[in-house]
């Protein structure tokens, strides 16, 4: 596989046509190995043997949103690559090693920190906060969901972690130069609930009740026009999207085909997902993974798509404006752009098209605050910033966009709205 | 090597702060690279990448460099297709994208920007003001300010329509290689005549000064109509250029060729029905709709009366920006078959024909690979010949940068055969024989006496005026 990978890494003609769309780049300083170019050669001139790995090339390489605006950008004008991918493969290598080399410098001590505790998190408790419990099927409410069927609804745990991102990312910036030397291994001792109340982490109640009525409002809706399905409740697995995007293949080969296992014990035939990170993982990387996967996977945002004629079902269709965002992984990597557009013009919601939109939206900064969220802060503040000048209402279908994106908005006077959410209110109006 | 400069890099921290000296040998290689098809060696990689924040802190690091004898070596976006962006020498780098400010200033007429400013982002800012900016590098996305003003390159437009963006530069803050902050030009929307130092720098390819900032002329927006001809032959198209200037023709901004391969390659890239042969697209401009109509109006008869299969002023938006962007896909195609070696010849437009020719037998006579694939197209109007000479990505580094030189000298002897020598890449870097093959001894010496008067210790761009492959 290095022979090959090093071949296509080689195939980048060094135009850099990708760096000036990339958030990393552009919002911090302009720096060169802080884009796709620089990543790419970093990990080139590695492997040729020209360096191992070193603090530099870790900080390079692990902030990368993957956001795949790069491969938007080198299929448009240069070579074609799936820079985003090549980028992720790369931190297979480096955390190996990182891992063999027993490398301590402050880069390899923060990743090398976070990736265990997140790894070890997911196969122990199924999600990467480690919360484990009831917590994650209080959404549910007065739904009445069944438990078994052969169509589920799937969560990933996804929307339920959001309220404690922001308190886990906000521990990471206070004790990160204290990860970074190597020490305070055993302060955030997440796992069980007794160790995130002992660290300190708080669900944020903002976020909490978004976020309930976002997955709420998405099932209600789903009822109302009749489609049938089931819920996995405290069953249901986290799906693995932070061992793939941070290069954790080895222990994704053992993770997935037990997440798969689980499905098969419920005898689901059939997966309806509600984020797109999870939509990604099923589409595209389960059948990687694991043999015979066969699983139908479909994003609600496609389901109501087919139902757009029942849409008036709903209730009172209000007038309604937002400015849209769409979440990278949504656009880029599922393809699911026109969709959520149909479905608002007939539920008679006006959506504002920002500068950035479709394919060629911008990041919201999420996918390195697990590392780097001083970074996503930036990132974040900047696309809230680009949104609020074409409303004052945001909204978007993704909860770690949701997340990032309500820190900001009171700067911005603006509020943030995820698709569940609004089909929520729509029914409850 | 680090060892050896940590004295350096903790003096030059004192300069710039300690987060804007990167001094790691992965970031250094990144920084060292251009887009030459082959690697970096160990004499190109900086000793440290150093990113001021202004003028004053480049005049620092200067003399800084002067004091201890170490060279410096600018750089934009590192796009040049000649080598000027890589370093020759285990140089300091100077990265000037901190100074990207941009500055309109409607009611003087003119914008500032700071070197480090990328052309996208100058372009959109003058939008907003509803004015243009007179470039249109293929790199603009990425290219700096810094360096397209370096350079003086028009690159896709035809000059004799908009002449050179140096042209609209009303004055520079330039820090000479010793370190003295100069500030040339006006402040007054009409350029200064006579003996004035800003001609000296637009242009100089970072050999006499560092640009730190830029004075330009607002201009407004431009209209565009744009026009499509289809050609049986590649002499066709060729015939019509050379006509064009006999006749003196009202010039297009753009006048584009795709050859009868290129264009069936980009056409279907894009979902255009096979073309019929070669085709040529053309954008006529002015500032009133009226002019703009009646310059399309004129061109397109001109057009008709060559030996064109169809000639006609394209309507739809949608239909031209897939025409125009079957270009950018034949250069995708192109790209993604191997190594390409890339020139431009730029020849006296009655010996366009000629040229080409010239070029095209270069594929058959070439040493270093037998039979590369070859093809044309570009700004065939401008008048420049790219002629594009591709080998296999499998090739070794050691016969690539042979094919690469070997390219180079055999299309640098076509320039200097007709008297000419191009107009979008600069001349320095692996250009630099060319200039003593071109122009003789004494045009080169004065050159370099120029520059040793500016730069006695050679310290900025070292290389780049000696020649380096």
Redesign the interface.
């Known amino acids: 596989m290095s022979d090959e990978y090093l071949s296509e890494l ?2 980048c ?5 990708c ?3 990339c958030p990393t780049f552009t919002l911090l ?5 802080r884009g796709p ?2 990543r790419v ?2 990990l080139k ?2 492997l ?1 043997g ?2 191992d790995v ?4 870790i900080h ?1 390489i692990y902030s990368c949103l993957r956001c795949g605006q790069c491969n938007v950008v080198c299929g ?5 690559l799936e820079v985003s991918e090549l980028i992720r493969y790369g931190r297979n290598i480096l955390i190996s090693r990182i891992k063999e080399h027993k490398l301590s410098t402050p880069e390899a001590n923060l990743i090398n920190y976070v990736l265990d505790t997140l790894s070890s998190n997911i196969i122990k408790k199924y999600d990467p906060v480690g919360i484990g419990g009831k917590y994650w099927v209080k959404w549910v409410g007065d739904l009445n969901i069944p438990r078994r069927g052969s169509t589920v609804l799937y969560t990933s745990r996804m929307y339920q972690m959001t309220p404690y991102l922001t308190t886990v990312t906000d521990l990471m910036k206070k004790h990160r130069d204290m990860l970074m030397k190597g020490k305070m291994k055993g302060l955030i001792k997440v796992g069980t609930w007794l160790g995130v109340k002992w660290a300190g982490i708080k669900a944020d109640r903002k976020l909490e009740d978004k976020s309930s009525k976002a997955l709420y409002g998405i099932a209600l809706t789903l009822k109302k026009l009749g489609v049938e399905y089931s819920y996995l409740y405290d069953d249901e697995p986290y799906c693995g999207t932070l061992l793939y995007d941070l290069g954790l293949d080895e222990c994704l080969k053992d993770y997935i085909p037990k997440v798969v296992d689980i499905f098969r014990k419920h005898n689901v035939e059939k997966l309806i997902t509600v984020d797109p990170h999870t939509h990604h993982m099923l589409k595209d990387v389960y059948p990687e993974y694991s043999n015979g996967f066969n699983i139908e996977v479909i994003h609600y945002l496609e389901l109501l798509n087919k139902h757009v004629d029942e849409l008036s079902k709903l209730g009172n269709p209000s007038n309604r404006e937002y400015v849209i965002h769409d979440p990278c992984t949504m656009a880029r990597y599922n393809g699911i752009i026109e969709e959520p557009r149909n479905i608002a013009e007939r539920l008679n919601i006006k959506l504002i098209e920002p500068k950035r939109s479709k394919l060629y939206t911008k990041c919201c900064g999420g996918p390195i605050e697990y590392a780097y969220p001083d970074y996503t802060d930036i990132i974040a503040r900047d696309r809230v910033s680009e949104l609020s000048r074409h409303s004052n209402k945001i909204i978007t279908y993704c909860p770690i966009c949701l997340t990032n994106f309500v820190k900001h908005s009171g700067e911005f006077n603006t509020e943030v709205y995820d698709f569940g959410e609004v089909l929520y209110e729509i029914l409850h109006s | 090597m680090t060892n050896e400069y940590n004295d350096v890099i903790k003096d030059l921290m004192e300069i710039v702060g300690r987060e804007n000296v990167l001094y790691d040998l992965p970031t250094r290689i990144v920084y060292a690279q251009d887009p030459m098809p082959y690697d970096v060696e160990e004499h190109n990689i900086p000793i440290a990448i150093v990113r001021p924040a202004n003028a004053e802190e480049v005049s620092k690091v200067l003399k800084y460099a002067n004091e201890k004898k170490i060279p410096v070596h600018v750089r934009g976006s590192g796009t040049s297709l000649v080598g000027v962006a890589r370093p020759k020498t285990n140089a300091i780098l100077l990265d000037l994208r901190r100074i990207r400010d941009i500055v309109v200033y409607p009611e003087r007429g003119y914008f500032e920007a700071g070197a480090g400013a990328r052309i996208w982002e100058v372009r959109e800012k003058l939008a907003e003001y509803n004015c243009m900016l007179p470039a249109y590098p293929g790199s603009e996305r990425i290219a700096t300010i810094g360096g397209l003003i370096s350079a003086n390159t028009s690159a896709h437009a035809v000059d004799a329509a908009l002449g050179k963006p140096g042209d609209f530069v009303l004055g520079l803050e330039v820090v000479l290689p010793t370190g003295e902050i100069l500030h040339t030009g006006t402040e007054s929307t009409r350029r200064p005549a006579g003996v004035e130092l800003t001609k000296l720098f637009i242009g100089g390819e970072g050999l006499f000064g560092v640009i730190t900032r830029i004075r330009m002329r607002l201009i407004p927006n431009i209209i565009k109509r744009n026009i499509v001809a289809f050609f049986k032959t590649v002499d066709d198209v060729l015939n019509t250029v050379m006509s064009m200037y006999r006749e003196r023709v009202v010039p297009p901004l753009f006048f584009e060729f795709l050859d009868d391969k290129a264009a069936k390659v980009g056409f279907e890239a894009v979902g255009l029905p096979e073309p019929k042969g070669c085709v040529a697209m053309i954008t006529m401009h002015d500032w009133t709709k009226e002019g703009v109509e009646a310059k399309a109006r004129v061109f397109l008869e001109f057009l008709n009366g060559m030996n064109v299969i169809e000639a006609r002023i394209v309507e739809d938006p949608d239909e031209w920006s897939k025409i125009w962007r079957s270009r950018s896909e034949f250069g995708n195609f192109m790209n993604r078959r191997g190594v390409c070696a890339g020139s431009e010849i730029t020849p006296p437009v009655y010996k366009l024909k000629d040229a080409y020719y010239d070029a095209v037998k270069i594929k058959d006579e070439i040493e270093s690979y037998k039979n590369p694939d070859f093809c044309s197209f570009g700004h065939i109007g401008a008048p420049t010949i790219h002629a594009y000479y591709i080998i296999p990505f499998e090739t070794p580094n050691e016969v690539r940068k042979k094919f690469i030189q070997e390219v180079r000298f055999r299309t640098e002897e076509i320039n200097a055969k007709y008297n000419a020598c191009g107009g979008e890449w600069g001349i320095t870097a692996q250009r630099a024989e060319f200039i003593k093959m071109r122009y003789g001894e004494v045009y080169y010496n004065v050159l370099k006496k120029i520059k040793q008067a500016l730069d006695p210790n050679n310290i900025l761009n070292r290389g780049n005026l000696e020649g380096w492959w």
Not at chain 1, 29 to 33: A, H, P, S, T
Not at chain 1, 76 to 80: D, I, L
């Open positions: 080689s195939k003609r060094k135009c850099r046509f760096i000036d769309q300083d302009n720096i060169e190995v170019y620089g050669q970093m001139f590695m040729k020209f360096y070193e603090d530099s090339i390079s448009e004008v240069g070579e074609a």
